[in-house]
């Protein structure tokens, strides 16, 4: 079946460090691969995306993701983190015959000051 | 640009009663998906419109219900509501039938008592 994984439920991390967030896949083909943000009570607004080319992607916020199809990962990184970063993570694939996408169980991320 | 708008925010309903949630889409978009969001199930797809007609359906029981209008906008039902029903109902948009990025409203946060 196809799934997503996060392995990571919760991090913790100080302002200023770096940041990385796991995500890996398993499809019979490569999907098309996204990261989304949700703050409390919010809905699910879009870091970026991988739909194929570059496998080094630029996101909104300072966010990159690298994909790398032999670890079938995607995972979200970013240089210097910010306290307005605390918020869940949530990556996603979906692959032809629509947007149906499917979701990791999300990566809650705290930022100690 | 408006984003994509969903009605209402907030809804108390009781158990076996009956539901509709409402979505409107960014201009021009013309898929809607729908998704339930719970504490314990994650982020689970429950169908997708695309030009009137749904193209996916999620594992949800026949209770779950929806359509889309010919100006895109899109509603849920869900009827004889039960206390697992209670949860997060995101919907979003996407501008083609392939594989684009999805653009979440905020949701309609449902409690079924």
């Known amino acids: 079946a196809q799934s997503v994984t996060q392995p990571d439920i919760h991090i913790t991390v100080s302002e200023g460090a770096s940041l990385e967030l796991r995500c890996n896949y398993s499809?019979?083909?490569?999907?098309?691969l996204f990261w989304y943000v949700q703050s409390p009570g919010q809905g699910l607004q879009l870091l970026l995306k991988y739909f194929s080319g570059d496998t080094l992607v630029q996101g909104i916020k300072g966010f990159e993701a690298e994909f790398k199809r032999s670890q079938s990962s995607f995972n979200l990184r970013k240089p210097s983190v910010h306290w307005s970063d605390a918020a869940e993570y949530f990556c996603?694939?979906?692959?032809?015959?629509?947007?149906?996408?499917?979701f990791g169980t999300g990566t809650q991320l705290k930022v100690e000051l | 640009k408006a984003g994509v708008t969903q009605t209402p925010r907030y809804l108390i309903k009781t158990r076996g009663q009956q539901v509709t949630l409402s979505c409107s889409p960014i201009?021009?978009?013309?898929?809607v998906s729908w998704y339930q969001q719970t504490p314990g199930q994650g982020l689970q797809f429950l169908f997708e419109y695309f030009s009137e007609t749904q193209r996916n359906k999620g594992n949800f029981p026949g209770r779950f219900s929806g359509r889309q209008f010919s100006n895109s906008r899109s509603e849920m039902n869900v009827s004889t509501l039960e206390l697992g029903d209670s949860a997060l109902y995101l919907c979003?948009?996407?501008?083609?039938?392939?594989?684009?990025?999805?653009?979440f409203g905020q949701g309609t946060r449902l409690t079924v008592v």
């Open positions: 996603a694939a979906s692959t032809g015959g629509g947007n149906k996408l499917t």
């Open positions: 499809y019979g083909a490569t999907p098309y």
């Open positions: 201009s021009g978009h013309r898929s």
């Open positions: 979003a948009s996407s501008f083609a039938d392939v594989n684009t990025e999805a653009f």
